[in-house]
């Protein structure tokens, strides 16, 4: 069965500061793993993943196979970063499954 | 390119009644998934549809159901509504590769009021 925790409902950080956001997640096969994040009032939108190998808005996951991890990292936090963040993985052809998701909130 | 648009955006039902709710995908997007959002349960999976077939199924009761027309629109009914079933629902759309459901693209959602 394909699963994924965030153990941090909610994560502070001031401005300027590393934050990371943790994702593991349980799934026998080689996955494809996600990062979606909804900011205040809008929809919710893909921010990674990681086959794209990407860094977007500063910020990247890298996939840990051995640890079943895919943290989100992001060495300088701005205040506009301040959102949820789903982490979701697919496992072969089934449903993509979303953790519960993590609070941040970037302070002055 | 216009993106998915859930109707209605709001609605109030009470406990026993039915409801149904309406997806437009993006124009192209063959795929198209639900989910159920709450504050406790974060965004659980219902179902995803592709190309008129149910691909997909979550945990969910059989008073939950959908459906998938010929031009990607998507519907899902909640039957004999419970308090429990008050929540936001999501749909979104992707262009399904065949294994990967790629990218979704998210609605605002429907957020439904039981009473």
């Known amino acids: 069965a394909q699963r994924v925790t965030q153990p941090e409902k909610l994560l502070s950080v001031f401005k300027g500061a590393p934050v990371e956001l943790k994702c593991n997640y349980s799934?026998?096969?080689?996955?494809?793993l996600f990062w979606y994040v909804q900011y205040s009032r809008q929809r919710l939108q893909l921010l990674l993943r990681?086959?794209s190998r990407e860094s977007i808005k500063g910020f990247t996951a890298d996939l840990n196979k051995g640890e079943t991890s895919f943290h989100l990292k992001k060495p300088f936090a701005q205040e506009e970063d301040s959102a949820m963040y789903y982490c979701a993985l697919q496992g072969g052809s089934e449903k993509l499954v979303f953790g519960k998701g993590t609070k941040l909130t970037v302070n002055p | 390119k216009a993106g998915v648009t859930q109707t209605p955006r709001y609605l109030i039902k009470t406990r026993g009644q039915q409801v149904t709710l309406s997806c437009s995908p993006i124009s192209g997007h063959r795929s198209v998934s639900w989910y159920q959002q709450t504050p406790g349960q974060g965004l659980q999976f219902l179902f995803e549809y592709f190309s008129e077939t149910q691909r997909n199924k979550g945990n969910f009761p059989g008073r939950f159901s959908g459906r998938q027309f010929s031009n990607s629109r998507s519907e899902m009914n909640v039957s004999t509504l419970e308090l429990g079933d008050s929540a936001l629902y999501l749909c979104?759309?992707?262009?399904?590769?065949?294994?990967?459901?790629?990218?979704?693209?998210f609605g605002e959602g429907s957020r439904l009021t039981v009473l």
């Open positions: 990681h086959i």
């Open positions: 799934y026998s096969g080689s996955p494809e």
């Open positions: 979104a759309s992707s262009l399904f590769s065949g294994t990967s459901v790629g990218e979704l693209f």
